[in-house]
């Protein structure tokens, strides 16, 4: 079964650090690009981080110098390293690739950003 699944969210202070990891399976463990989204309730999915084959990684504007995206291709799991956090960070993740002609999505993970 083609799957990603996303962990690693949860409640967080300001200038905190999460690390969310999203596990794949059912597919090659090199399928690229890779992507990390987040979407807080009744706005648009944003596009955090982009991991394309020869790892470079786009940043959304507002999260650069503080996340870190990178992949394990040996676990099939990619990464997104959470630093600095702030409470606009709050939203749920999403890992996404596309592949074989399906656009594959994980369930999410929340991450709420709060003192």
């Known amino acids: 079964q083609v799957q990603l699944k996303e962990s690693g969210g949860g409640l967080a202070q300001p200038g905190g650090s999460l690390r969310l990891s999203c596990a794949a399976s059912g597919f090659p463990s090199n399928v690229y690009p890779v992507y990390w989204y987040r979407q807080v309730l009744g706005k648009q999915r944003e596009l955090v981080a982009r991991?394309?084959?020869?790892?470079?990684?786009y940043y959304l504007d507002s999260v650069k110098g503080r996340f870190t995206a990178s992949t394990d291709n040996a676990k099939n799991t990619v990464y997104l390293q959470m630093n600095s956090l702030n409470p606009e960070d709050t939203a749920v993740y999403y890992c996404?690739?596309?592949?074989?002609?399906?656009?594959?999505w994980g369930q999410g993970t929340q991450v709420t950003v709060s003192s």
């Open positions: 996404n690739v596309f592949w074989n002609g399906n656009d594959i």
């Open positions: 991991v394309t084959e020869d790892r470079t990684i």
